[in-house]
């Protein structure tokens, strides 16, 4: 199961609806906050899709569970733009795969569940931004952390967090999932 901020029921409802009904409820969420939009209809994915690409949110996917079609969407935040990179150590996608090719790596991906869900670096560690103080013990101080979201911005403040614990090798991993065209997977 695939965590949401909020759930819209849009099931049995035909185009347009399914966007109106979404509009409204993406207008009172939170930047940064995923919202599931359950539907029937199949014309759904591809208006979903494109309505939030048109926007500026961030379409994660779909998942069919029988007739039911759930769609997640992530709300755009400020930090979906380009922002002043703070953390001083950081690594470029390229230099990210090489160093994931060469064998063992600490990578922590600090994006919504939802995010990581549909899409991910293989062998990332899921610790959403908002979870990191509290599952700082399952990371190791010594250990050289990378840190990566979806445009390098929320890895910047967890990379700033991790360093202000006492994790001495931290890099950000700059511009992020947004821009990687290395390998990925699925969890969902």
């Given at each position: 199961m695939i965590k949401a901020n909020e759930v819209l029921d849009a099931k049995g409802l035909a185009?347009?609806?399914?966007?109106?009904?979404?509009?409204?409820?993406?207008?009172?969420?939170?930047?940064?906050?995923?919202?599931?939009?359950?539907?029937?209809?199949?014309g759904s994915t591809a208006d979903l899709k494109a309505w939030a690409e048109r926007i500026g949110h961030q379409y994660l996917g779909t998942v069919e569970e029988g007739d039911v079609l759930k769609h997640y969407v992530r709300k755009a935040g400020s930090d979906d733009g380009e922002q002043e990179t703070k953390h001083p150590h950081v690594i470029n996608?390229?230099?990210?795969?090489?160093?994931?090719?060469?064998?063992?790596?600490?990578?922590?991906?600090?994006?919504?569940?939802?995010?990581?869900?549909?899409?991910?670096i293989p062998g990332a560690v899921s610790i959403p931004l908002g979870e990191l103080d509290t599952r700082l013990g399952e990371l190791n101080k010594d250990d050289e952390i990378h840190?990566?979201?979806?445009?390098?911005?929320?890895?910047?403040?967890?990379?700033?967090?991790?360093?202000?614990?006492?994790?001495?090798?931290?890099?950000?991993?700059?511009?992020?999932?947004?821009?990687?065209?290395?390998?990925?997977?699925?969890?969902?």
């Open positions: 185009c347009p609806m399914p966007i109106v009904k979404t509009k409204k409820v993406m207008g009172d969420l939170e930047p940064g906050h995923v919202l599931e939009i359950q539907a029937t209809d199949k996608n390229d230099d990210l795969a090489s160093k994931a090719e060469e064998g063992s790596l600490v990578l922590v991906d600090v994006r919504e569940e939802a995010e990581y869900r549909f899409n991910h840190v990566v979201c979806r445009t390098g911005n929320r890895s910047d403040l967890a990379a700033q967090k991790l360093t202000e614990k006492g994790f001495t090798n931290v890099i950000n991993v700059v511009p992020g999932m947004s821009e990687w065209s290395g390998k990925t997977e699925k969890s969902v």
